[in-house]
């Protein structure tokens, strides 16, 4: 995301019209057009169900995956306080890739939520994804990340262009909403990030 896309961006969360963004941050209107249309082809709907290629499809020739299902949390002891973010990164037949959990100082939960997501997103790429579902239990950033919700908090701006950066290099990403005791382990990395530190654990499938 250049510089003008992404004063674009902020005058557009800000409030501003679309012509009146695209004016502000020097962008013809040609060009702001294509560049929304370009991310909005990367947010999918909350809830809706991925749609996943075949088995051959989802390993490249040097066994990266390409197609990812990660589920995230992040926790925040005192919001704002000590926040960690956490996640499980899988294919979509449930083999875990790697799980992760980070600290990331003092911060509000929202803020943590996001980075659990900009997190699983950065490693679901060194892993070759190119297409991603990305699971989590809040609904605000889940809908806020698929365009549902505008981002309202001057705080979340920066956290939302961040994820929307990396979602610029993938060719599909959905974000889906499912219940917390479904999120039990992405929950237990985040608090383990916010009171611990960082840290990453690979596992190789079970065939291997």
Partial sequence: MG???ETFVRALIGGLTFADAAHEAGLPE???RRFLE???GFAGTVGSVFEFGTPDSREGARGEVSEVVIHTDGASLGNPGPSGAGGVITTPSGEIVEEF???IGHATNNVAEYEAVRIGIARALEHGARRVLVRLDSELVARQLSGRYR???KKLID???RVGELLSRLDEVQFQTIPREENARADAL???GARRGSGKTRRPSPSA
């Fill in 190 to 192: 985040a608090k383990m």
């Fill in 3 to 5: 510089r003008k896309e």
């Fill in 30 to 32: 040609d060009r702001a």
């Fill in 101 to 103: 959990h980070e600290h």
């Fill in 38 to 40: 370009s991310v909005a």
């Fill in 151 to 153: 981002v309202k908090d």
């Fill in 159 to 161: 956290a939302y262009l």
